[in-house]
């Protein structure tokens, strides 16, 4: 054994890793700027390493890049014109934080039992979508940058499929601005439920494909197993939620939890990983998915019919054809578009169970038509904060399937 | 449901740390003593009624015309008794710092960084008290209400521009 | 007579070439991402136009998309890695905030990225559908084909625009600019064109 390695040390003049570790050889910790423009982070953020060979000793990750100031234009816009801003928060689930944003509205009007069933249920559909939509972009992207493109193309193809659908909804494939306060902006197509269970069908069919592809691949589970633990009691202490807290054994889901619109009607299940590591925030996603579409079937199952939007002239628009023809309608159009809708003056801290987790909006209102503070807690911002501590004594290539796994989303994590 | 904090913070300070406590569309809030932010805090956390490990926000707000100008809003939650409660500490203008709770719940790192940024509130006791969501070359602290929502303050410079400083 | 029309058919070919060989540098920042994705994505294949794999580093790249909004913080970057990009290179605008700030009008966001660095193609759209995106990269080939690539590119000044001269032609250094890195660009070589 000893011969054969001499030999090769002689002849190829290789050395041995054993050779380099040694206290006589010189290192210095090198400071590393893995920059805004990057091709795989997510989104613009700037990591400032310190790193010694290849193992990280101090991570400094500073986001910002895509600040755009959501609290302050919606110090200046109406209650209802804050909806596009919410579609740009999270912009791959933005359906979510439509719901987030139109619940914190109506629970300070104090109307949240007056809106219409089939509403609520259109809200859960949709929302449900757009969760499919984030976790087959993040984990997507994510294969991608581990180098399965295959998986990124499969789920790509499978998201444009709800884009359709949700294009069909709103109006719109990615900012749809659908819900309104008091309900959403219009009914749900005609055969839209044969089509999105038939859709259904093939989404499982792509996950299974992914899965094969996945589950077992000894080069992804390589670079996944057992990289960026995070415990139980860490996750709690430093906020996580959603399935990057839910990876560490932390169950909290805010649908069980705490459930609004009718969740609570609706049958399952919310996983929990066990090890807390990148694989076990994969597999809680891909978990997600499915338990997402069970929801969605479900609901669509048992939607009841009747109004999509409440009845009332001071927060809802009123139909169009009586804006046409009546004048008090008219009167109660302009007053809403030009006033936006009377809040009385209150706080509240409403929460829903976004993307990323606890999707928390604190609206602050002064008694006008404009909200006098309205901030989003952002579900990843927590997520991130955790990786200054995490990253330290990774490799740099783990960073690629760490943040990828966090999903780091500029629009929200900065506003 | 969760007036037993309310009841239980009212019972272990008694010394005028509580100034306010109130309820609003189901949210229970209380207002803090300033001195006494970081002692509150700690007590929440440890108490075995309460039992808020789980920090999930902290912000300001300005109020703008009301003495103490800017309030702290801190949002804690109990992973194992489920229920919520807010917290207010008024913080005036001149003398804007407040105790962190970054050794109470370490996730309030950067929500402490980002109040400090978008609202000039130090932080005493923070370890890394900087610039998050603005750049470090940024005069002022644009989510304050006299901050004028255009003012920009290019880093590549463009003269001539509606809004810029020059 | 035969050498000018020899040479007019080479450098047509050769514009041909590059129209549809674009290597492109997604300078990827907010949502209109998700639309650059399905814009490669198998269903509105952006490989059918020779754009297909985005080249992750600018000074491979030919084509620099701006996909999204452009914020203060990040401007410097961007005119960095518009500065690393070597001739001939075009710039495309996608999506309204790398056009002009789409709705987003407040302190941090850059009202256009064509303030930091010169503009080809203008997508508007927020996000454009991927059949816009299409039909902007059909524009810009027809650009080059047409040779009136980048470097013949006709100001808004030139136009008369109010618009600054700092997008082209750095203006000279000053005291203030110390924090400013990028006015120290590799274009200060003392040319005025």
Same mark, same amino acid.
């Not at chain 1, 906020?239 to 705490?258: A, C, I, N, Q, W």
């Not at chain 3, 059909?138 to 001269?165: F, S």
């Given at each position: 054994?000893?011969?054969?390695?001499?030999?090769?040390?002689?002849?190829?003049?290789?050395?041995?890793?054993?050779?380099?570790?040694?206290?006589?050889?010189?290192?210095?910790?090198?400071?590393?700027?893995?920059?805004?423009?990057?091709?795989?982070?997510?989104?613009?953020?700037?990591?400032?390493?310190?790193?010694?060979?290849?193992?990280?000793?101090?991570?400094?990750?500073?986001?910002?890049?895509?600040?755009?100031?959501?609290?302050?234009?919606?110090?200046?816009?109406?209650?209802?014109?804050?909806?596009?801003?919410?579609?740009?928060?999270?912009?791959?689930?933005?359906?979510?934080?439509?719901?987030?944003?139109?619940?914190?509205?109506?629970?300070?009007?104090?109307?949240?039992?007056?809106?219409?069933?089939?509403?609520?249920?259109?809200?859960?559909?949709?929302?449900?979508?757009?969760?499919?939509?984030?976790?087959?972009?993040?984990?997507?992207?994510?294969?991608?940058?581990?180098?399965?493109?295959?998986?990124?193309?499969?789920?790509?193809?499978?998201?444009?499929?709800?884009?359709?659908?949700?294009?069909?909804?709103?109006?719109?494939?990615?900012?749809?601005?659908?819900?309104?306060?008091?309900?959403?902006?219009?009914?749900?197509?005609?055969?839209?439920?044969?089509?999105?269970?038939?859709?259904?069908?093939?989404?499982?069919?792509?996950?299974?494909?992914?899965?094969?592809?996945?589950?077992?691949?000894?080069?992804?589970?390589?670079?996944?197993?057992?990289?960026?633990?995070?415990?139980?009691?860490?996750?709690?202490?430093?906020?996580?939620?959603?399935?990057?807290?839910?990876?560490?054994?932390?169950?909290?889901?805010?649908?069980?939890?705490?459930?609004?619109?009718?969740?609570?009607?609706?049958?399952?299940?919310?996983?929990?990983?066990?090890?807390?590591?990148?694989?076990?925030?994969?597999?809680?996603?891909?978990?997600?998915?499915?338990?997402?579409?069970?929801?969605?079937?479900?609901?669509?199952?048992?939607?009841?019919?009747?109004?999509?939007?409440?009845?009332?002239?001071?927060?809802?628009?009123?139909?169009?054809?009586?804006?046409?023809?009546?004048?008090?309608?008219?009167?109660?159009?302009?007053?809403?578009?030009?006033?936006?809708?009377?809040?009385?003056?209150?706080?509240?801290?409403?929460?829903?169970?976004?993307?990323?987790?606890?999707?928390?909006?604190?609206?602050?209102?002064?008694?006008?038509?404009?909200?006098?503070?309205?901030?989003?807690?952002?579900?990843?911002?927590?997520?991130?904060?955790?990786?200054?501590?995490?990253?330290?004594?990774?490799?740099?290539?783990?960073?690629?399937?760490?943040?990828?796994?966090?999903?780091?989303?500029?629009?929200?994590?900065?506003? | 449901?969760?007036?037993?904090?309310?009841?239980?913070?009212?019972?272990?300070?008694?010394?005028?740390?509580?100034?306010?406590?109130?309820?609003?569309?189901?949210?229970?809030? !209380?207002?803090? +003593?300033?001195?006494?932010?970081? $002692?509150?805090?700690?007590? #929440?956390?440890?108490?075995? &009624?309460? %039992?808020?490990?789980?920090?999930?926000?902290?912000? !300001?707000?300005? +109020?703008?015309?009301?003495?103490? $100008?800017?309030?702290?809003? #801190?949002?804690?939650?109990? &992973?194992? %008794?489920?229920?919520?409660?807010?917290?207010?500490?008024?913080?005036?203008?001149?003398?804007?710092?407040?105790?962190?709770?970054?050794?109470?719940?370490?996730?309030?790192?950067?929500?402490?960084?980002?109040?400090?940024?978008?609202?000039?509130?130090?932080?005493?006791?923070?370890?890394?008290?900087?610039?998050?969501?603005?750049?470090?070359?940024?005069?002022?602290?644009?989510?304050?209400?006299?901050?004028?929502?255009?003012?920009?303050?290019?880093?590549?410079?463009?003269?001539?521009?509606?809004?810029?400083?020059? | 007579?035969?050498?000018?029309?020899?040479?007019?058919?080479?450098?047509?070919?050769?514009?041909?070439?590059?129209?549809?060989?674009?290597?492109?540098?997604?300078?990827?920042?907010?949502?209109?991402?998700?639309?650059?994705?399905?814009?490669?994505?198998?269903?509105?294949?952006?490989?059918?136009?020779?754009?297909?794999?985005?080249?992750?580093?600018?000074?491979?790249?030919?084509?620099?998309?701006?996909?999204?909004?452009?914020?203060?913080?990040?401007?410097?970057?961007?005119?960095?890695?518009?500065?690393?990009?070597?001739?001939?290179?075009?710039?495309?605008?996608?999506?309204?905030?790398?056009?002009?700030?789409?709705?987003?009008?407040?302190?941090?966001?850059?009202?256009?990225?064509?303030?930091?660095?010169?503009?080809?193609?203008?997508?508007?759209?927020?996000?454009?559908?991927?059949?816009?995106?299409?039909?902007?990269?059909?524009?810009?080939?027809?650009?080059?084909?047409?040779?009136?690539?980048?470097?013949?590119?006709?100001?808004?000044?030139?136009?008369?625009?109010?618009?600054?001269?700092?997008?082209?032609?750095?203006?000279?250094?000053?005291?203030?600019?110390?924090?400013?890195?990028?006015?120290?660009?590799?274009?200060?070589?003392?040319?005025?064109?």
């Amino acid at each position: 054994m000893e011969t054969s390695l001499t030999s090769r040390r002689l002849v190829l003049g290789v050395q041995e890793p054993e050779d380099l570790d040694g206290p006589d050889l010189p290192t210095e910790p090198m400071p590393l700027n893995m920059g805004p423009a990057h091709p795989a982070m997510h989104g613009t953020v700037r990591m400032v390493l310190d790193v010694e060979g290849e193992k990280i000793t101090n991570a400094d990750i500073q986001v910002g890049y895509l600040h755009r100031c959501f609290e302050k234009e919606s110090e200046y816009a109406t209650y209802t014109q804050i909806f596009p801003y919410t579609d740009r928060l999270n912009y791959v689930s933005p359906m979510l934080n439509n719901v987030g944003y139109a619940m914190a509205v109506e629970k300070l009007l104090g109307i949240c039992e007056k809106v219409p069933e089939r509403a609520q249920y259109i809200r859960v559909i949709v929302g449900e979508m757009s969760r499919i939509t984030d976790h087959m972009t993040c984990l997507g992207a994510g294969a991608m940058e581990l180098g399965a493109f295959t998986v990124f193309l499969y789920m790509l193809k499978a998201r444009e499929w709800l884009y359709e659908l949700l294009e069909e909804v709103s109006g719109a494939r990615l900012t749809h601005s659908y819900l309104r306060i008091g309900g959403v902006s219009a009914d749900l197509p005609d055969g839209f439920a044969g089509k999105l269970l038939a859709r259904i069908a093939e989404i499982r069919e792509v996950l299974k494909d992914v899965s094969k592809l996945l589950d077992t691949n000894r080069i992804f589970r390589d670079r996944m197993d057992g990289i960026a633990i995070i415990t139980k009691s860490e996750a709690i202490a430093w906020g996580l939620t959603g399935p990057m807290g839910r990876s560490t054994g932390f169950e909290y889901d805010v649908r069980k939890d705490h459930p609004y619109l009718v969740y609570d009607r609706f049958d399952f299940d919310v996983p929990v990983g066990s090890v807390g590591d990148n694989f076990d925030r994969y597999m809680v996603r891909v978990e997600e998915m499915h338990q997402s579409m069970r929801i969605i079937e479900q609901a669509l199952a048992t939607i009841p019919d009747g109004p999509v939007i409440m009845n009332d002239p001071r927060i809802a628009l009123p139909p169009k054809a009586e804006t046409y023809n009546s004048i008090e309608a008219m009167i109660a159009h302009f007053k809403l578009i030009m006033d936006g809708i009377h809040v009385p003056p209150g706080e509240i801290y409403s929460f829903t169970e976004g993307g990323n987790g606890e999707l928390g909006f604190y609206i602050v209102s002064d008694g006008t038509g404009r909200p006098w503070k309205c901030r989003v807690r952002p579900p990843c911002f927590a997520n991130i904060s955790i990786l200054n501590h995490i990253l330290k004594g990774l490799f740099i290539a783990d960073i690629v399937p760490t943040f990828g796994m966090a999903n780091m989303i500029g629009g929200e994590c900065d506003r | 449901m969760a007036k037993i904090i309310l009841e239980r913070l009212a019972a272990a300070f008694t010394g005028g740390e509580i100034e306010q406590i109130g309820t609003q569309h189901g949210n229970e809030w !209380a207002r803090v +003593r300033r001195a006494d932010w970081k $002692r509150v805090a700690q007590f #929440l956390r440890d108490d075995p &009624t309460t %039992k808020m490990d789980f920090a999930s926000d902290l912000t !300001a707000v300005d +109020r703008l015309t009301r003495e103490p $100008r800017f309030d702290v809003v #801190l949002h804690l939650y109990s &992973t194992v %008794k489920k229920h919520r409660v807010r917290l207010y500490a008024g913080v005036p203008e001149g003398d804007c710092t407040l105790d962190t709770v970054v050794d109470v719940w370490p996730g309030m790192n950067w929500f402490e960084r980002e109040a400090y940024d978008l609202y000039g509130v130090r932080f005493t006791g923070h370890p890394d008290l900087r610039r998050i969501l603005m750049y470090t070359e940024f005069v002022g602290h644009p989510l304050r209400k006299d901050y004028p929502k255009e003012k920009r303050q290019p880093l590549v410079r463009r003269s001539g521009l509606p809004g810029t400083l020059e | 007579m035969g050498l000018e029309i020899y040479t007019s058919k080479v450098y047509e070919a050769v514009k041909w070439a590059q129209k549809f060989s674009l290597f492109q540098y997604p300078f990827v920042t907010a949502c209109c991402g998700m639309e650059f994705m399905s814009a490669a994505a198998p269903k509105y294949d952006l490989a059918r136009f020779g754009a297909e794999f985005p080249r992750f580093s600018p000074r491979q790249a030919d084509l620099l998309v701006i996909v999204g909004t452009i914020t203060e913080r990040q401007a410097p970057a961007l005119r960095r890695i518009y500065e690393q990009m070597m001739e001939p290179k075009w710039v495309m605008a996608f999506g309204v905030c790398a056009s002009t700030g789409g709705f987003y009008q407040n302190y941090s966001t850059v009202p256009g990225c064509d303030q930091i660095i010169p503009v080809d193609v203008y997508i508007p759209g927020c996000p454009p559908r991927p059949e816009q995106v299409l039909d902007g990269l059909y524009l810009l080939q027809q650009r080059i084909q047409a040779g009136e690539g980048h470097n013949q590119i006709i100001l808004k000044t030139e136009k008369g625009y109010d618009v600054p001269l700092a997008a082209i032609r750095p203006l000279p250094a000053r005291a203030s600019d110390a924090h400013d890195p990028s006015t120290k660009s590799l274009l200060d070589s003392g040319k005025t064109t």
